[in-house]
């Protein structure tokens, strides 16, 4: 065929030729699964509520029906998503296909001087991207107002009301009209209390489901080795002399996070952190450092798990194993994207056996427990300093304000699985 004459694969989606052709103009020409089911029935103008796992393109699924919906029946969308990160990613994502036909945004988030939020909303957006609690901030000083909102969107839905914001969503749904609102909820996994929020604030919402929920990628090469708390830091020294590419570490709090980065850049590697503790220049700064190669490692926290948009990950460290095992799902998506190759090493204490065979289940996968290396550095964890221990938790709490609602693995029934770990 003709230049003239080619075709996408998001031909025969409904959507508009023009969008279609600025698809293929920036190199977009086959929708990934979750984008091929959810457009046709988004275009239609009805509830969807869409599953899939971190990585396969959900932005776009809701991005594209949003776009062209507005431009026909007018209106405004609002994307509610649970950290600034998400926010600043999905605002760039929507004005890459939507700037091509003067689409105006407005990103409310925190830790972002709220004036230029105000001039932004001032010229009548077409899409509000907010966090909960900014959002809820703008509403209580009235300077945004919901009345036109007729798409709503709510991207990685578990994840906000596991950080505490359900009691914000409902507020901010309570707000929208009813009538002729569209409703699209996008999560990687989806569980009971999603499923009573659409329950409650969705039409008859058309589930989509391109894979079984703590579905991983194949290409993803998973590790675990049990290992005591005080030699951690001895194997992390010596995973990372194996590695050269991008190395992304997850710990379980930001002070965490902190001592482990620290920690690192002792070892000489060049390493940054994003947790809460950070600004979001800060928090800015050190992603866009790991993404260009200044930095080669990241050290982040949970809240940061499905913020981070980067290509070519190499290596995925689970320092400590998440609270929540619906996390490692989301931490593990980090590597092997786009088809390529993967792998993820967690790090578990002896006592957690059962949380590593508890991710098993969830995975659907046997991860391979691999035998303790001779550890010939030691390296102490980084001493807490004083104002850290002066606001150190009694039990663990999430960053987004929630207690964890699941028992410590100390509190926990002996552990019942007949499977035997090596060292």
Do not use: C, W
Not at 226 to 236: A, C, D, G, R
Not at 311 to 324: A, K, R, S
Not at 376 to 395: D, K, L
């Amino acid at each position: 065929m003709t230049k003239n004459h080619e075709r996408s694969g998001f031909d025969g989606l409904g959507i508009a030729p023009s969008i279609v052709a600025h698809l293929r103009k920036l190199g977009f020409t086959t929708p990934t699964p979750i984008q091929h089911q959810a457009i046709p029935i988004a275009m239609e103008g009805k509830d969807v509520m869409g599953i899939a796992q971190t990585g396969t393109g959900k932005t776009l699924a809701f991005g594209i029906p949003m776009i062209q919906r507005l431009s026909r029946h007018k209106g405004t969308g609002l994307v509610l998503l649970p950290t600034r990160e998400l926010a600043a990613q999905v605002d760039q994502s929507l004005a890459l296909i939507g700037r091509a036909f003067g689409l105006r945004t407005a990103i409310l988030i925190g830790g972002a001087a709220i004036g230029p939020q105000i001039n932004a909303l001032r010229k009548r957006p077409h899409v509000i991207i907010a966090t909960p609690g900014r959002l809820i901030d703008h509403l209580q000083q009235k300077t945004v107002s919901l009345a036109s909102v007729n798409i709503l969107v709510l991207d990685e839905a578990d994840r906000m009301l596991d950080m505490g914001f359900e009691p914000q969503i409902k507020r901010i749904l309570v707000g929208i009209p009813t009538d002729r609102r569209q409703t699209m909820l996008f999560s990687a996994t989806m569980p009971e209390k999603i499923t009573r929020l659409a329950r409650n604030y969705m039409h008859s919402p058309l589930r989509i489901e391109v894979a079984p929920q703590g579905t991983m990628a194949k290409n993803i090469e998973q590790e675990v080795f049990i290992v005591p708390k005080p030699q951690k830091l001895s194997l992390l020294h010596q995973v990372l002399a194996d590695y050269d590419g991008r190395v992304l570490i997850f710990s379980r709090t930001k002070h965490g996070a902190k001592k482990i980065a620290t920690a690192v850049r002792d070892m000489g590697h060049k390493a940054a952190e994003i947790h809460s503790n950070k600004s979001l220049p800060q928090r800015t700064k050190a992603l866009a450092d790991f993404k260009s190669g200044i930095t080669r490692i990241l050290v982040a926290t949970d809240i940061a798990s499905r913020g981070i948009d980067v290509q070519d990950i190499e290596l995925v460290i689970n320092f400590d194993l998440p609270d929540n095992h619906e996390d490692y799902v989301h931490r593990v998506g980090r590597t092997g994207r786009a088809g390529k190759g993967g792998k993820a090493i967690s790090f578990a204490a002896p006592d957690q056996k059962r949380d590593v065979y508890m991710i098993e289940e969830l995975i659907g996968t046997r991860l391979p427990i691999l035998p303790l290396p001779e550890l010939t550095v030691h390296i102490p964890m980084p001493r807490a300093t004083e104002h850290e221990r002066s606001f150190a938790p009694r039990r663990p709490i999430r960053e987004g304000g929630a207690r964890n609602s699941r028992t410590s693995s100390s509190s926990r029934q002996p552990y019942a699985h007949k499977r035997s770990y090596g060292r």
